[in-house]
């Protein structure tokens, strides 16, 4: 099983998917996301992901400002 942790900030995040799918949750929306789609929202948006596949994916994921 895996363990959902969900996450607020007050800043912006942007992401790219590399590989994999996952599936992005903002508020109360589902994004399925596959190679190539790409991301943005207000990080102090409730938001989670998962991946649905078998294989690890890989997202390029940016916060600003930096978070660590």
């Known amino acids: 099983d ?3 942790t969900i ?3 007050l800043f912006e ?3 790219y998917v590399i590989t994999g799918e996952v599936e992005l949750m903002v508020d109360d929306l589902a994004f399925r996301l596959a190679p190539g789609d ?3 929202f207000q990080s102090e948006r ?3 992901y998962r991946n649905l596949g078998a ?3 890989a997202i390029f994921w940016v ?3 930096p978070t660590f």
């Open 7 to 9: 996450f607020m900030r």
């Open 2 to 4: 895996q363990v959902e």
């Open 38 to 40: 790409s991301f943005a």
């Open 63 to 65: 916060n600003t400002p």
């Open 55 to 57: 294989e690890p994916a």
């Open 46 to 48: 409730p938001h989670h």
């Open 13 to 15: 995040e942007v992401g």
